[in-house]
């Protein structure tokens, strides 16, 4: 066991305590040793002493790394928002699946000091590598560290495999589960089906980062619709085109999840359903194209790919089309640096554009961002199960 | 603050509610009315474009509060990318010069800095316009720039004014607005607002000239008239504990709860605003609205939904519950105080009396203590303490819920009675809640000790909470008036903290200076609450 009792440095997170163990009732006594040493004290600025806070009360992290780098780096991420929430971080990194049965966990507990005149607030991080057979039966590893009566989420960062050993075993015991549909592989949209099925399943939240960073873009397209004079051609749209980035437009090379979510996004918004699913042209250039119905109005929908340096997948530019009586709006939702601009024409006369800031999000962010909104996102629900029917 | 729920589409008859949950027939696209894009995105929504017009921009008010506030706003984007200021002002500065003031206030009170670009952003959006505010031509050239600016910004002729000057300078300035006709609403978008600093009015004749001044220019659904202790995060976060919790309910009435004790205390003095001071004092500084607005929130029925009106009714409610006080009842259960010289935190500070820009033989108080009743069904018969001071022996806020004792006294030979249950509702610092309640000290006796389950902000959300200013102006910017008090309201609590300065009137001069800076206020104010056989908390 090693104890740290320097001083802390207002809002920076400090490793105050880390200890090894090799089994669960070692990892569990380790733990149970961090905080029977609660008249643990560290030296204040002034040199007076400080006691070192109890654990924040707020929720258990399971992270399934599944590769070693990728436990590193969450991590690294999960020690930043040190007092920020997760009050139990356990890193799950199963390894050697055909070798005998061991365990090896580095137990640690980070303080941060919120200010000067407050305690500091701690938050535990154990970083488990479960060898041989112990990694095939995550649940038995899993629950017997998770803080009882807390919330627990489980992020799945890299490719999750849903109807995996891992998700059966883990997933009966989540609350939440996040996810990064962007960084799938191929075009990501199978991902999305079996994600869809996930919440029936296991009674659980999902968030996915990809529809999260969209968040922008959607308050974008519904401000739009905020003007009096616009709300009407809502329940008129009759073509939504949604512009991504490829390098060499071939169907299945670039992860069009993030398009798809705009389309998902308004479509169960405004109660359309699916008269043909999102299939991908067999071309290269040709995108994805679908069909859907909103009252008697046929509405086809389309994913284009744009040759662009952006990221693959990226999101480029929203259109949609409303035609009302001999009325027509177009409007075009185009990305730039920093943001989204919208542009509005109505009956062949633009409206005033308008831009929304919007600066890429960092995994750090979008991970605080994620936790900090708990809770029932019926929204997210409804995107996920109209994404899954668009690529059925 | 969750917002009302934007309302969803949904079947009209009972035909369609049968072919829709059979899912043969769509859901009615019925968009009159709400934007159902809108449903799960308020914690995104972005103000409309607007250009704000902020008065009293070289003030303390503006540098320590509203600037930092906006550029909170800016760095998280909250603010709209089309969104542009006029800062107006009588002192000599162009865009230039101004900018660099502001930015010099930037950095010493933004709770997190601008990263360099942002702050550039930020700045590059703020002009400055010179004038005198009795001036006609400030106003007709105030005019042309925002007709100018709305072409420029493209921001939809939406204007927010923002009044951060001193108070006498209000009715001049709606006047002017009105005069110009700034105050118009267009049927295109173009929503105009104004955003007033307290204090509104000091008395209840001239809170209600004001309003009447107000309303003759703006409707009140403009008026957003701000009392920033309602976008503090704890106490938005009371209403979420009362309403949004079903165990504290229940208990939240006559036959539980013994008293209520409230109380703002500031370890400050006046600092350099001793002639403002010299003119408000503590009732009219912090009583009439602070206290004031946080007893009616603790006090009020649940209202019926969560808009801004039907918020404001039931504060209002528990306001006019109130009896003004008489001259027997002033002299009864109010206790004003002055403070002395004395030691806070360590160190010497000087009497009011010697405060700069202070009467020295100042009858101001400082201090002040009042025992008040709401006279309604749920709360009759519970007195509700407040007391607010300066220089008082820390900076606290709080509301207690002292709750009555057991019925019967079960543990008889326990060495120890236990305590009524307390709730502590903590503002500042350390916001956070407390439930006390007893325990048997472990060992073979039966010792009872009071133990406390302490819920603090900073162990279980350690996410940076708003400033209450950024609160409060991105609401006005969102037209949600929720957290802003109404005309009648304002008028209802100086309904009852008028007839108290009327009674201080008719008195005479105080004994002041009546308590040590540094101390928990004067005698009398101890006696006020221990006749009625109880203590303040000690905080």
Sequence with gaps: MTLSTAPAAPGQPMLRWQSRAKSIDGIAAELGRIWSAISLTAEGPDGDERRVAARSSVMNLVVIAGRGEIGERVAAIVEGLTGRHPSRTLIVNPADPDGPAWLDAQIQAHCVLPSDSAPETCSEMVYLTCGGESGQHLAGVVAPLLIHDLPVTVWWPGEPHFESRSARELLPMADRVLVDGSGWSGDGLAGLVAMAELPARFDLQIADFALLRQARWREAIASTFDRPTLLPYLGHLDRIDVHYAAQDGAPGMANVVRPMYHVAWLASRLGMTVVAPMRPGTEAWTGYAGLLRSGRRRVPVSLKPVESPAPRGTTLIVQLHATRGRSQLWIEVTAYADGVVVQATLDGESMPERRFLAPRKREADLLAETIESAGRDQISRDVLAMAARLVA | ?539
């Design chain 2, 1 to 539: 603050m969750t917002r009302a729920p934007v309302a969803v589409p949904q079947p009209r008859t009972i035909r369609e509610e049968r072919l829709a949950r059979d899912g043969k027939r769509r859901r009615p696209s019925h968009h009159a009315g709400a934007n159902p894009l809108r449903e799960g995105l308020r914690l995104e929504r972005v103000p409309d474009p607007h250009v704000a017009v902020l008065f009293g921009a070289t003030g303390d008010l503006s540098h320590r509060k509203v600037f930092p506030a906006l550029a909170q706003l800016w760095r998280t984007n909250l603010l709209p990318a089309d969104w542009a200021m006029v800062a107006v002002g009588r002192r000599p500065y162009d865009d230039g010069t101004f900018r660099m003031d502001i930015a010099e206030s930037l950095h010493r009170n933004c709770r997190v800095q601008l990263d360099e670009e942002a702050e550039r952003q930020f700045l590059d959006r703020v002009f400055y316009h010179r004038g005198d505010f009795a001036d006609n031509e400030l106003y007709d050239s105030l005019t042309a720039k925002l007709e100018s600016m709305h072409l420029e910004h493209e921001t939809g002729s939406n204007l927010l004014f923002y009044l951060a000057t001193q108070p006498s300078a209000f009715p001049e300035i709606v006047a002017q607005i009105g005069r110009c006709g700034l105050d118009h609403e267009r049927h295109e978008g173009g929503w105009r607002r104004i955003v007033v600093e307290k204090p509104f009015g000091r008395d209840l004749d001239s809170a209600k000239r004001l309003n009447r001044e107000m309303l003759k220019v703006f409707r009140e659904s403009q008026v957003y008239r701000i009392d920033h202790y309602l976008g503090k995060e704890t106490v938005r976060n009371l209403l979420v504990f009362r309403f949004g919790n079903g165990i504290f309910e229940p208990l939240w009435n006559r036959r539980y709860v013994d008293h209520i004790q409230i109380t703002v205390a500031e370890s400050l003095g006046v600092e350099d605003r001793g002639a403002f001071y010299e003119e408000t004092g503590a009732a009219r500084d912090v009583l009439q609205n602070h206290l004031l607005q946080l007893l009616s929130l603790v006090a009020m029925e649940p209202p019926a939904t969560f808009a801004a009106d039907a918020l404001r009714d039931e504060k209002l409610k528990v306001l006019r519950a109130i009896a003004p006080p008489t001259r027997q009842d002033v002299a009864r259960d109010v206790v004003r105080g002055q403070y002395d010289k004395g030691w806070v935190a360590g160190v010497a500070v000087k009497a009011y009396r010697a405060e700069a820009e202070v009467d020295v033989e100042s009858e101001t108080e400082t201090f002040v203590a009042a025992r008040f009743e709401v006279d309604d069904w749920r709360w009759s018969g519970v007195p509700f303490y407040l007391r607010t001071g300066k220089r008082m022996a820390k900076r606290a806020s709080e509301i207690a819920i002292q709750f009555r004792d057991v019925p019967h006294r079960l543990f008889e030979d326990a060495n120890t009675d236990p305590q009524p249950n307390l709730l502590a509702i903590r503002v500042q610092p350390d916001e956070g809640i407390l439930l006390r309640f007893g325990s048997k000290v472990p060992g073979l006796g039966l010792d009872i000790r009071p133990v406390t389950m302490d819920f603090t902000y900073g162990t279980a959300f350690s996410t940076d909470a708003p400033d209450a200013y950024e609160t409060l102006i991105l609401d006005a910017m969102l037209g949600d008036q929720s957290l802003f008090t109404r005309a009648d309201e304002v008028e209802a609590a100086w309904s009852i903290v008028t007839p108290v300065h009327d009674a201080w009137l008719d008195q005479p001069a105080p004994a002041f200076p009546n308590y040590a800076a540094g101390s928990w206020g004067p005698d009398d104010a101890d006696e006020l609450i221990q006749r009625d056989g109880r203590h303040w908390r000690r905080l």
